[in-house]
T-cell receptor
Framework: EAGVVQSPRYKIIEKKQPVAFWCNPI?????LYWYLQNLGQGPELLIRYENEEAVDDSQLPKDRFSAERLKGVDSTLKIQPAELGDSAVYLC???WGQGGDQPQHFGDGTRLSIL | AQSVTQLGSHVSVSEGALVLLRCNYS??????LFWYVQYPNQGLQLLLK??????LVKGINGFEAEFKKSETSFHLTKPSAHMSDAAEYFC???????????FGQGTELSVKP
């Protein structure tokens, strides 16, 4: 089966510019996650979707970050405006359900660099 | 709040030697526990998971981990390291059915020839 697909793999922008990331989860996975991974650290959850509903967005900086998952499949994560501190890897993951017995499958991530 | 601590940000072993990566969790209720591996410029790949069925969990690539409730630990081991094992390893915990993974800081494993 095809894995989680993310694009672009790399993105370089100047600060204050907008940027968007796209994620296509594994077919049939109803739960989708966006994680932020800073250099040398473990991923941290930004937002979790159950189908098209955001069920946990408590860690998403809503003043500049937004996300959507139209039709409960693909998802986009947007930052506007980007700040220097946003330089990181943005990981998307998906799973069949949200339980601990349903492992999360990760994409290769988008590496964002802010100039 | 639940947290995961990985002891040692960097571990170096010789090829063929035992690999031991340490992970401790803080939770009054034993959570679901996971080990993931991340190769450079790639996403995380699941090595194994503990879901209370058995305390000794076997994963892919010859790795295994033992859940010890009394020590709140979930250490990852492999009897004989291979050069291809060099990567970043993350321990993670999920409490109940919440879906939110809490990751440790990661341990970079280096394998010397």
């Amino acid at each position: 089966e095809a894995g989680v697909v993310q694009s672009p793999r790399y993105k370089i922008i100047e600060k204050k510019q907008p940027v968007a990331f796209w994620c296509n989860p594994i077919s049939g996975h109803n739960t989708l996650y966006w994680y932020l991974q800073n250099l040398g650290q473990g991923p941290e959850l930004l937002i979790r979707y159950e189908n098209e509903e955001a069920v946990d967005d408590s860690q998403l900086p809503k003043d500049r970050f937004s996300a959507e998952r139209l039709k409960g499949v693909d998802s986009t994560l947007k930052i506007q405006p980007a700040e220097l501190g946003d330089s990181a890897v943005y990981l998307c993951a998906s799973s069949w359900g949200q339980g601990g017995d349903q492992p999360q499958h990760f994409g290769d991530g988008t590496r964002l660099s802010i100039l | 709040a639940q947290s995961v601590t990985q002891l040692g940000s960097h571990v170096s072993v010789s090829e063929g030697a035992l690999v031991l990566l340490r992970c401790n969790y803080s939770s009054s209720v034993p959570p679901y526990l996971f080990w993931y591996v991340q190769y450079p410029n790639q996403g995380l790949q699941l090595l194994l998971k503990y879901t209370s069925a058995a305390t000794l969990v076997k994963g892919i690539n010859g790795f295994e981990a033992e859940f010890k409730k009394s020590e709140t630990s979930f250490h990852l081991t492999k009897p004989s390291a291979h050069m291809s094992d060099a990567a970043e390893y993350f321990c993670a915990a999920m409490k109940n059915q919440g879906g939110k993974l809490i990751f440790g800081q990661g341990t970079e494993l280096s394998v010397k020839p």
